[in-house]
């Protein structure tokens, strides 16, 4: 059974910080891992999609990286703008980590 | 290009009511998944459709739910004899054709609330 998890849970960085966010997954086994965002109260929206063929995504300042192999996937941010406040999700064979919860103080 | 569509956004009800949700697709996609999400936690699986075939359901979908998707279009959840506990976001997600799961397409999610 998959299980996803996500660190930090929550992450609170000053304006203009790059930051990465850490999803870790025990089912190899996978087509593709999907970065989320979700703003309170609000449905998900999609960021990145990984092929499992893939090592890395981009788009725009975010950056998002698998390896199938050790079970993990990283999500990059650079530059954070308070805009990028939200929580991030990640989802690997249907199952979704927990969110890190991120704060960008102006 | 409409994205996925779920209605109503807000739901009060009280504890025993009967609620039903409502999801439309994006028109080309024949994968349709329901997902509970509850405060501070990620989106839990429910249930996932091939067209109109229920092809996978959890076992958090006690024998009060039921799921429908009837001519592989909108798709519905029910929930009967509703409980303080089935409070919660309820999202909707769809995905293209494809040998794999493909990329998820959420929908804004309809939120209960139970009394």
């Known amino acids: 059974k998959q299980e996803v998890t996500q660190i930090p849970a929550a992450l609170s960085v000053p304006e203009g910080e790059n930051l990465v966010l850490n999803c870790s997954f025990t089912?190899?086994?996978?087509?593709?891992l999907q970065w989320f965002r979700q703003d309170p109260g609000k449905g998900l929206t999609s960021l990145l999609l990984?092929?499992?063929?893939?090592r890395e995504q981009t788009s725009g300042r975010l950056n998002a990286s698998l390896d199938k192999s050790s079970g993990r996937s990283t999500l990059y941010i650079a530059a954070s703008q308070p805009g990028d406040s939200a929580t991030y999700l990640c989802v690997a064979k249907l199952v979704f980590g927990a969110g890190t919860i991120l704060r960008v103080k102006s | 290009d409409t994205g996925v569509s779920q209605d109503p956004r807000h739901k009060i009800t009280k504890r025993g009511q009967n609620v039903t949700f409502r999801c439309d697709p994006i028109s080309e996609h024949n994968r349709l998944y329901w997902y509970r999400q509850t405060l501070g936690q990620g989106p839990e699986f429910l249930t996932y459709?091939?067209?109109?075939?229920?092809?996978?359901k959890s076992r958090l979908l006690s024998d009060r739910f039921s799921a429908e998707r009837p001519k592989g279009s909108f798709s519905t959840l029910e929930i009967q004899r509703t409980e303080q506990g089935d409070s919660a976001m309820y999202l909707c997600?769809?995905?293209?054709?494809?040998?794999?799961?493909?990329?998820?397409?959420f929908g804004e999610g309809s939120r209960l609330t139970v009394l």
């Open positions: 459709f091939q067209n109109e075939a229920q092809l996978e």
């Open positions: 089912d190899s086994a996978i087509y593709n």
């Open positions: 997600a769809s995905s293209p054709p494809g040998h794999d799961t493909g990329e998820l397409f």
């Open positions: 990984i092929q499992s063929s893939q």
